[in-house]
């Protein structure tokens, strides 16, 4: 009797982590109230809300590129993610470059002044510009996400 119990425990604590490992969510402002949550991102495929599987994607992130919906053709790339730099469509060339990421900041095109700086990411916040005070937070972003899955992440908000 006590093996079951341990085995039933085992059980429904898989059940209720397998979800809550490795996936990301998205809040507004500095907020972590269901009724805030705008996105979350599973296994590289952002659904709002608290939507999981079952639920159609808006948009899929595979190797570094961002793509629309569930499809991971080369006809439904959004954005290609190469070195920080994130390039219009499935594209290298330096005309097509749209932002560029340095670890905390996102600039405008391929440029890196202060003056073109268009968020900045502190502390899992997403901020407008270059401030960081803790009440001009746009967006908080609540577990893991790669560079790429960060680009998803604004571009999904409309903020690109």
Same mark, same amino acid.
């Given at each position: 009797m006590e093996n079951l119990n341990k085995l039933f425990f085992t059980f429904l604590l898989f059940f209720f982590l397998h979800d809550a490992i490795g996936q990301t969510y998205v809040y507004k402002a500095n907020n972590r109230f269901p009724q805030d949550l705008m996105f979350n991102i599973l296994e590289g495929e952002l659904r709002s809300g608290r939507n999981s599987y079952g639920y159609p994607a808006l948009f899929t992130v595979r190797d570094e590129q961002i793509f629309k @919906?569930?499809? %991971? &053709? /080369?006809?439904?790339v959004i954005f290609t993610n190469r070195d920080g #730099? /994130? #390039? /219009? @469509? =499935? &594209?290298?060339? +330096?005309?097509? %470059?749209v932002y560029n990421f340095d670890g905390e900041r996102i600039y405008f095109r391929n440029r890196n002044y202060a003056i073109d700086i268009a968020y900045t990411i502190f502390?899992?916040?997403? =901020?407008?510009? +270059?401030?960081? #005070?803790? &009440?001009?937070? /746009?967006?908080?972003?609540? @577990? +893991? =996400?790669?560079e790429t899955e960060l680009f998803l992440i604004l571009y999904a908000l409309g903020l690109l």
């Open positions: @919906g569930e499809s %991971i &053709s /080369l006809l439904d #730099f /994130l #390039f /219009l @469509g =499935y &594209s290298d060339n +330096p005309y097509d %470059i502390r899992d916040g997403i =901020y407008a510009g +270059p401030t960081t #005070f803790v &009440s001009d937070v /746009l967006y908080t972003i609540d @577990g +893991p =996400y790669t």
